[in-house]
C-alpha cells in the first residue's frame, strides 16, 4: 500500500508533473494493471455483485494455476488495488476504491489537451 501514499492530493497530469516519487509508485501501479491477467482480475472484483468476490471464484474464470493466480492477486494487494479478508477456509477480495478514485483524478484530463 506504500504506493497510494505518493497519490493523494496529487493533482491531475496536466496542472504539474509528477515527482521522481510519485513518477515511480505511480507506474508501479500502471504495471501492475499492464498484465491482462491482473486487469482482468481487477475487472472481476469491480463488477462482482456486492464489491468482494471469493478467490475460488477468481481462480474459475482462468486456466491457470492457483499458484499463478495467488501471484497476481499479491502484486494488485502490494500496489494496494485490492484488499482481502480471510473467512475460515476462503479469501474474499474487494477493491480499493480510494486507490481508483486517485488515479481517476491523477488522470482527470480535459478533452482538449
Given amino acids: 500500500m506504500e504506493d497510494l501514499e505518493l497519490l493523494p492530493c496529487s493533482p491531475p497530469l496536466t496542472r504539474e508533473p509528477l515527482g521522481a516519487e510519485q513518477a515511480a509508485g505511480v507506474a508501479r501501479i ?47 494487494k502490494e500496489v494496494g ?18 486507490a481508483l478514485n486517485e488515479l481517476s483524478a491523477l488522470l482527470d484530463v480535459p478533452a482538449t489537451v
Fill in 30 to 76: 500502471f504495471k501492475a494493471l499492464g498484465d491482462p491477467v491482473r486487469l482482468r482480475i481487477v475487472s472481476i472484483v469491480a463488477s462482482h455483485a456486492g464489491g468482494e468476490v471469493c478467490v475460488c471464484d477468481i481462480a474459475a474464470a482462468f486456466d491457470l494455476a492457483q499458484p499463478t493466480i495467488s501471484h497476481h492477486l499479491k502484486l494488485l
Fill in 81 to 98: 488495488l485490492l484488499t482481502s479478508e480471510r473467512r475460515a477456509s476462503w479469501v474474499y477480495y474487494r477493491l480499493v476504491p480510494e
